[in-house]
């Protein structure tokens, strides 16, 4: 079974620059979550889908990012325009999604952003 | 928001027992506790889930008291390739609350 897969998997931009990041769930998950990883923290949740409806985004800094699942399927999270402060690992998530809060989580490799 | 407590780091000897607790003080009645594991450069990966007593797999054991106001997770007979962090994730009260994840725990394994 393939797993979450995201790319790209390293990129650097300058502040004020966009930058936009891809994620394919395992075939069949319902639920999609893009997490945010700061170096020596925990993952912290951005925002999540059931199917292509956004279940939570309270975490979200939606003045700057924002996040798409087209058809329930892929999904691209954009930040526009990046600061200093958003150089992390993006990590992405899926679920099967039977029981959401305490659904089996699968992770992608991240994608590590460095804003300079 | 409800959290969970766990210790920042840990070190031990191959071949010894691991065992990491974390608090959950305010876990609801139909809450499970998952364990997952993550090493550098990579994402989480699901270790163990359980809801009480104890539950056992070919990687862990998850020891739950019977107030489930915490967890231990088991690591046994420990090698160098299980250094990582170690996250104890509760899904707590309803609909909108977010999963939240802790600092974790970071396991060294010395030779």
């Known amino acids: 079974e393939a797993g979450v897969a995201q790319s790209p998997r390293y990129k650097i931009i300058e502040k004020r620059q966009s930058v936009a990041f891809w994620c394919n769930p395992i075939s069949g998950h319902a639920t999609l979550y893009w997490y945010q990883q700061i170096l020596g923290q925990g993952p912290k949740l951005l925002i999540q889908?059931?199917?292509?409806?956004?279940?939570?985004d309270s975490q979200l800094p939606k003045d700057r990012f924002s996040a798409e699942r087209l058809k329930g399927v892929d999904s691209t999270l954009k930040i526009q325009p990046a600061k200093l402060e958003d150089s992390a690992v993006y990590l992405c998530?899926?679920?099967?999604?039977?029981?959401?809060?305490?659904?089996?989580?699968?992770f992608g490799p991240g994608t590590r952003l460095t804003v300079l | 928001l409800a959290k969970t407590t766990q210790p920042i780091s840990m070190d031990s000897y191959e071949g010894q027992e691991v065992n990491i607790t974390c608090s959950h003080n305010n876990i609801a009645t139909n809450d499970y506790i998952t364990w997952y594991q993550q090493f550098p450069s990579q994402g989480p990966r699901f270790i163990i889930q359980g809801y009480k007593t104890k539950v056992t797999n070919e990687v862990a054991s998850l020891f739950i008291p019977a107030d489930r106001k915490s967890s231990t997770l088991s690591l046994p007979r420990v090698s160098l390739s299980d250094t990582a962090v170690y996250y104890c994730l509760v899904g707590f009260n309803s609909g909108n609350t977010p999963l939240v994840f802790g600092k974790g725990t970071r396991l060294s394994v010395i030779a």
């Open positions: 998530a899926s679920s099967p999604g039977r029981r959401t809060r305490t659904d089996t989580q699968y």
């Open positions: 889908f059931q199917n292509n409806g956004v279940v939570d």
